[in-house]
Nanobody
Framework: HVQLVESGGGSVQAGGSLTLSCVVS????????MGWFRQPTGKEHEGVAS????????NYADFVKGRFTISRDNAKNTVYLQMNSLKPEDTAMYYC?????????????????WGQGTQVTVS
């Protein structure tokens, strides 16, 4: 079993920055990919970014390219999402997710484990 705990959300003004963290515990050796998703109020999950844990390859949604950076520290079992130049439309609940299979990085149904979410509000 795998547990994910996100932190780092909050309220910022447009143009500001936040860094989200996701600490992974449990059977982490089975995992090969981590992702960040977000869910604006009343909307569905949308993929933000993903990272392959072994070699660090990343993917980003077009709407965050150049502004957000996903990274991982395997020694700390932690994945980060550095968010710069935040916009009001980035307001959402952000979720960390993990999976043990390979597939489409932005497809939430392919992720086995999810955190509880952390709220990001940009005004």
């Amino acid at each position: 079993h795998v547990q994910l705990v996100e932190s780092g959300g909050g309220s910022v003004q447009a143009g500001g920055s936040l860094t989200l963290s996701c600490v992974v515990s449990g059977s982490t050796t089975s995992l090969n990919c981590m992702g960040w998703f977000r869910q604006p109020t009343g909307k569905e999950h949308e993929g933000v970014a993903s990272i392959v844990l072994f070699h660090g390859a990343t993917n980003y949604a077009d709407f965050v390219k150049g502004r957000f950076t996903i990274s991982r520290d395997n020694a700390k079992n932690t994945v980060y999402l550095q968010m710069n130049s935040l916009k009001p439309e980035d307001t959402a609940m952000y979720y960390c997710a993990a999976r043990s299979t390979f597939g489409l990085w932005y497809r939430d149904s392919e992720y086995n484990y999810w955190g509880q979410g952390t709220q990001v509000t940009v005004s």
